[in-house]
């Protein structure tokens, strides 16, 4: 029905930069909030960043200041701009969103997941 097709990610040094997008296809009536997730070995997924349809955004405290979410509605995707990357910020990135359908049925649906290498 729908798929979320990331891209970007990799092996990065301790302050540098990487760039992550998310794009989805298939029949969509409309995408509503679209967020980021992370998960490290023997950690638990926890939210990145999320942006709602109108642009709000939310950030963990953790990446605060660091990373900058945005999306393109005309291309449904979105993007995880990361500056000044940290070690700790080492993790599998997963993009999520809300999808609403052209049949009415609206749902969670997730990207294949992406490797983040922070080196110190």
């Known amino acids: 029905q729908v798929e979320l097709v990331q891209s970007g990610g990799g092996l990065v040094q301790a302050g540098g930069s990487l760039r992550l997008s998310c794009a989805a296809s298939?029949?969509?009536?409309?995408?509503?909030?679209m967020g980021w997730y992370r998960q490290a070995p023997g950690k638990q997924r926890e939210l990145v960043a999320v942006?709602?349809?109108?642009?709000?955004?939310n950030y963990a405290d953790s990446v605060k200041g660091r990373f900058t979410i945005s999306r393109d509605n005309a291309k449904n995707t979105v993007y995880l701009q990361m500056n000044s990357l940290k070690p700790e910020d080492t993790a599998v990135y997963y993009c999520?969103?809300?999808?609403?359908?052209?049949?009415?049925?609206?749902?969670?649906?997730w990207g294949q997941g992406t490797q983040v290498t922070v080196s110190s």
């Open positions: 999520n969103s809300e999808v609403r359908l052209v049949t009415g049925v609206t749902y969670d649906s």
């Open positions: 298939g029949s969509i009536l409309r995408l509503n909030a």
């Open positions: 942006i709602t349809s109108g642009g709000s955004t």
